[in-house]
């Protein structure tokens, strides 16, 4: 089973909102990835978990937070976004984030529009 | 860094032909390449991967990409493609942060249509 799951599958939210997206993966896997994926564009790294140790992509806005809860979670709050983040994000999991030969293994997706 | 580009937007097939998705690497080192698809609206799904060994990769549903060291080539193919495998696909070169964290450097994309 390779399945990782995410929630909601879309969420429109004001600038002023507070919000967050929820990952889920039973694989077994110690690390984890939030990508934002714009439209006609590739995925774009934001942020990584390897054995609850956060990496941060440097390019990406504080009003993005990551949260770990333990290695089968991750959340990504969301506070006074703009409407230039509307956009698919994309949670992943792989096995341990270490050496090159680590697959990703990719969600659905949570389809973020931003009012 | 390491990076990957793919040269054509847009690859047009008949179903039965075979396909050619084209993508080419830089890196430094060994390079670590992966294929995924991504259908309308949905997340990436893995095809295959290249880590070190015999150049030709087979994957998932029927495809396989070959590795090309002289051409620094990653090529996507399937003998006959079929209406379904109308998607984008990405190439994507294994890359690390400051940190040591992987990232996988995603090319552009290639939208395939097949033709019925």
């Known amino acids: 089973d390779t399945e990782v799951t995410q929630t909601p599958k879309h969420l429109v939210m004001g600038m002023t909102n507070k919000k967050s997206l929820k990952c889920e993966q039973h694989?077994?896997?110690?690390?984890m990835y939030w990508y934002k994926q714009k439209a006609k564009k590739p995925p774009e790294l934001m942020f990584v978990y390897s054995y609850e140790k956060l990496s941060i992509n440097e390019s990406v806005p504080s009003r993005f937070s990551p949260e770990c809860p333990n290695s089968s979670l991750l959340n990504l709050h969301l506070h006074a976004l703009q409407p230039e983040d509307s956009a698919l994000y994309l949670c992943?999991?792989?096995?341990?984030?270490?050496?090159?030969?680590?697959?990703?293994?990719f969600g659905p997706g949570t389809r973020l529009t931003v009012l | 860094a390491q990076s990957v580009a793919q040269p054509e937007d847009q690859v047009n097939v008949a179903e039965g032909n075979p396909l050619t998705v084209k993508c080419t690497y830089s890196v430094s080192g060994n390079p670590y390449l992966f294929w995924y698809v991504q259908y309308p609206n949905r997340g990436l799904q893995f095809l295959l991967k290249?880590?070190?060994?015999?150049?030709l990769v087979k994957g998932s549903y029927g495809f396989e990409a070959e590795f090309n060291k002289s051409q620094t080539s990653f090529h996507l193919k399937k003998p006959s493609a079929l209406v379904s495998d109308s998607a984008l696909y990405f190439c994507a070169v294994r890359d690390m942060w400051k940190d040591g964290a992987n990232n996988l450097f995603f090319g552009t994309g290639t939208r395939l249509t097949v033709i019925p």
């Open positions: 694989m077994g896997h110690r690390a």
């Open positions: 290249y880590i070190t060994g015999d150049n």
């Open positions: 992943a999991s792989s096995q341990d984030g270490l050496g090159g030969a680590d697959t990703q293994y």
